[in-house]
């Protein structure tokens, strides 16, 4: 494990290559001035994103293909409807984004940044949502990856 990556233990169920890819994805916010975050690597325009809303961090998270299984279109726009309608039903902002990584298969997902989610409300949601990890980003600017097995 190391410092762009965090779990509760040193030990993963999650597979290596995965969580490798998971460290290269560009996660892309579709804010009116769209920007990418990387894991580790400061993000200045989230920074001021996040004293705009004046807050203090925010989760980077989609609730397609859970824990890395891939399933069909039409289910991951479902599981992404319901997750906007829950954040909504909860009065909690988000803007839309999309995971996508540079050089593999895997198709871009319909991904959220979302607005003021603490590490502990972050790891609660990921884990309703059966992903196995997230990125959080707090004050620093810093995107984390989380790992949630």
Same mark, same amino acid.
């Given at each position: 494990?190391?410092?762009?990556?965090?779990?509760?233990?040193? /030990?993963?169920?999650?597979?290596?290559?995965?969580?490798?890819?998971?460290?290269?994805?560009?996660?892309?916010?579709?804010?009116?001035?769209?920007?990418?975050?990387?894991?580790?690597? /400061?993000?200045?325009?989230?920074?001021?994103?996040? !004293?705009?809303?004046?807050?203090?961090?925010?989760?980077?998270?989609?609730?397609?293909?859970?824990?890395?299984?891939?399933?069909?279109?039409?289910? !991951?726009?479902?599981?992404?409807?319901?997750?906007?309608?829950?954040?909504?039903?909860?009065? #909690?902002?988000? #803007?839309?984004?999309?995971?996508?990584?540079?050089? !593999?298969?895997?198709?871009?997902?319909?991904?959220?940044? #979302?607005?003021?989610? !603490?590490?502990?409300?972050?790891?609660?949601?990921?884990?309703?949502?059966?992903?196995?990890?997230?990125?959080?980003?707090?004050?620093?600017? #810093?995107?984390?990856?989380?790992?949630?097995?």
């Amino acid at each position: 494990m190391t410092a762009m990556t965090k779990n509760r233990s040193t /030990k993963t169920v999650i597979k290596p290559d995965i969580v490798q890819a998971y460290l290269e994805t560009e996660y892309i916010v579709y804010a009116s001035d769209p920007f990418t975050l990387q894991i580790g690597k /400061k993000s200045v325009t989230l920074i001021h994103l996040h !004293n705009a809303y004046s807050i203090s961090s925010s989760a980077f998270m989609t609730a397609c293909n859970p824990y890395s299984r891939m399933v069909d279109d039409e289910t !991951n726009k479902l599981r992404q409807m319901a997750l906007a309608a829950e954040l909504l039903r909860r009065g #909690i902002q988000y #803007i839309k984004g999309g995971g996508r990584h540079p050089s !593999n298969h895997w198709p871009v997902e319909e991904s959220f940044l #979302i607005i003021g989610l !603490n590490l502990y409300e972050s790891r609660e949601m990921g884990r309703q949502l059966e992903q196995n990890a997230f990125v959080w980003t707090g004050e620093d600017g #810093i995107p984390e990856l989380i790992l949630l097995r």
